[in-house]
């Protein structure tokens, strides 16, 4: 059998066992939680928690003192949960053994308060104000005009009328807490105001932060940006216009699966489609993108091997297929894979899609059938380490959540408070996975290019 790898995480990580509100107030490992969560299932958290601070609920309580606690993007370095970790916020004053020493306002804050804009900043405010004005069904521009509900006011970068109808814009070229973000974007919503989000396409590199991913995550990998090229098209066509960089991934030899920012001009009816559309819209455009690419290169093997899982038949059979893909994406081989309990993990996620194409009549059946092929992986010899998976489609995928919450609750939190070191075999076997199936390929493999790579960002 294969060694299994170990798992970095943060040093940080003072607060072992935390109490998840959202489950009832069960103490679950923090470890294991927190090494679950992929770079987007991290950020979307994030933002949930983060939500519910704003409205005065904690979704997450020290297991220690009981007091609310959030998650720290720590480094970064890995760009998902592993290095991550709980923190207390600044304003507690209860007295813990479990509290660390950073506290939130380190993450973006302190680069961010007070700071007077930059010369890039005034230039690219400048930008957007003449492409605004090519547009003329944009009126009233305004910089930092104050709009006030009550005794609560704000400045955005830029506000302007677009066919009659308010809008604000935020340029945002440094690191921004989440929290500060949040408040924004609830605040223009109170407004009935769209909030957009612009960055430039010379900030690529800093788009693997963890702040700005809290950013574009919640867009399915996708921000707006301001350069050169935007006033020439926009004065052109005499309609508004900028670019969308946009998470893509990869395959291409002698490279393991990768991603890169692709670039797109787009106009109005992309700049102010409602955000969970332009979600939805991105995360599949990325598995289209990357069915695309693995069809173009494996597409028997790819059949062959689902049929196989589907029908719940030895996989040793496609063994050839199965490795051949494994070599183009970088992924793990046959042997590998069985060892780690794949054949059932396949079988789930057939049974998922089975759910997903169901009538409402045969829905019932369909989520009794996903909650005893969860059942299956979770009761098998690795279950503990395929939690996160699990836990993923329940977090993305609100029939797989009523599925495995009216059928298999017991089951989930027994592992939810094993502690034992969970593995995050998800990761591990995210190549081929997505490969497989597509529709989990946001959600695996997308991620920011490392700022040092051969392979070009954009």
């Known amino acids: 059998m294969t060694s299994l790898p170990s798992t970095p995480s943060s040093p ?36 949930d928690v983060g939500e519910e601070r704003a409205q005065n609920y904690a979704a997450f309580r020290c ?37 660390s020493g950073d506290k939130i306002y380190s993450q973006g804050a302190c680069q961010y308060d007070g700071l007077r804009e930059g010369p890039e900043h005034q230039l690219k405010k400048q930008m957007l104000v003449d492409v ?11 910089l930092e005009k104050r709009h006030a509900i009550g005794l609560r006011w704000r400045r955005p970068d830029l506000s302007a009328n677009y066919n009659g109808r308010p809008v604000a814009i935020e340029l945002q070229l440094a690191r921004l807490p989440l929290q500060t973000m949040i408040e924004r974007e609830a605040f223009y919503r109170e407004l009935g105001m769209p909030l957009i989000w612009v960055t430039t396409p010379s900030n690529v590199y800093n788009l693997g932060t963890q702040s700005f991913r809290d950013l574009y995550f919640q867009s399915g990998g996708r921000i707006f940006a301001i350069d050169g090229t935007c006033f020439g098209r926009s004065h052109a066509t005499s309609r508004f216009q900028l670019v969308e960089l946009s ?10 699966l990768f991603n890169r920012w692709s670039r797109s001009p787009v106009g109005a009816d992309v700049i102010f489609m409602p955000q969970a559309q332009r979600h939805a819209e991105g995360i599949n455009r990325y598995a289209q993108s990357l069915s695309q690419q693995v069809s173009a290169q494996a597409t ?11 029908h719940k038949k030895d996989l040793h059979a496609v063994e050839r297929d199965w490795n051949a893909l494994a070599r183009v994406l970088g992924g793990r081989d046959l042997s590998q894979s069985l060892s780690a309990g794949i054949a059932p993990v396949l079988g789930m996620l057939h049974s998922v899609e089975a759910l997903n194409a169901a009538e409402p009549q045969m829905l ?4 009794g059938d996903v909650a005893q092929a969860a059942r299956d992986v979770l009761r098998s ?8 998976l699990v836990e993923l489609l329940g977090r993305t995928n609100p029939r797989v959540s009523a599925a495995l919450e009216t059928h298999i609750p017991k089951t989930l939190n027994m592992l939810r408070v094993s502690p034992n070191k969970a593995l995050p075999f998800h990761a591990y076997h995210r190549h081929m996975l997505s490969a497989l199936h597509p529709w989990l390929a946001f959600y695996l493999l997308a991620k920011a290019p490392p700022r040092r790579t051969g392979v070009p960002a954009i």
């Open 247 to 256: 998470l893509k991934p990869c395959v291409q030899s002698p490279y393991a």
């Open 300 to 310: 028997v093997s790819v059949a062959a091997i689902n049929n196989r899982a589907m």
């Open 132 to 142: 605004l004005r090519c547009d003329p069904n944009v009126t009233d521009i305004a």
């Open 12 to 47: 940080n990580r003072t607060i072992k066992e935390v109490r998840d509100m959202r489950l009832g107030g069960i103490l679950v490992n923090a470890a294991n939680l927190l090494d679950g969560l992929t770079t987007a299932t991290l950020s979307a958290l994030r933002h």
């Open 381 to 388: 010899r690795h279950g503990l380490h395929w939690l996160g």
């Open 364 to 367: 019932a059946i369909k989520q």
């Open 63 to 99: 297991g220690h003192c009981d007091e609310a606690i959030y998650i720290n993007g720590g480094d970064g370095r890995t760009g998902d949960g592993q290095s991550c970790y709980f923190s207390h916020y600044a304003k507690s004053d209860t007295e813990c053994s479990w509290r």
